[in-house]
Nanobody, 123 residues
Framework: QVQLAESGGGSVQAGGSLRLSCAASGYQYSVYCRAWFRQAPGKEREAVAT???????NYADSVKGRFTISRDNTKNTLYLQMNSLTPEDTAMYYCATGAAYVCSLRATDMRYWGKGTLVTVSS
């Protein structure tokens, strides 16, 4: 069975950093789209960063220059390095995998989801 499990969330002060990880099992994920989404209370779920099967990355404007998405295909693990965090980054962060090689930015196009890891940034 396909499973995604996020880790690395927690509380951090503004300006700090966190590294999120997403371990995947039950499928070969190396050639498929993988992504990080986030959802804050009262907000819609939004794509933060995506990485295509060929390694091409894309970022939301709000996190460009601060976040870096990467993947270790051997370990089927997805990462999100988050630097210069602000209170606006506070949200539940979700790992997701699509069924295509190239990512879209649409949450509805994601096939599998993790349960989320909470990131709280204090001012």
């Amino acid at each position: 069975q396909v499973q995604l499990a996020e880790s690395g969330g927690g509380s951090v002060q503004a300006g700090g950093s966190l590294r999120l990880s997403c371990a995947a099992s039950g499928y070969q994920y190396s050639v498929y789209c993988r992504a990080w989404f986030r959802q804050a209370p009262g907000k819609e779920r939004e794509a933060v960063a995506t990485i295509d099967g060929d390694g091409t990355t894309n970022y939301a404007d709000s996190v460009k220059g601060r976040f870096t998405i990467s993947r270790d295909n051997t370990k089927n693990t997805l990462y999100l390095q988050m630097n210069s965090l602000t209170p606006e980054d506070t949200a539940m962060y979700y790992c997701a995998t699509g069924a295509a090689y190239v990512c879209s930015l649409r949450a509805t196009d994601m096939r599998y989801w993790g349960k989320g890891t909470l990131v709280t940034v204090s001012s």
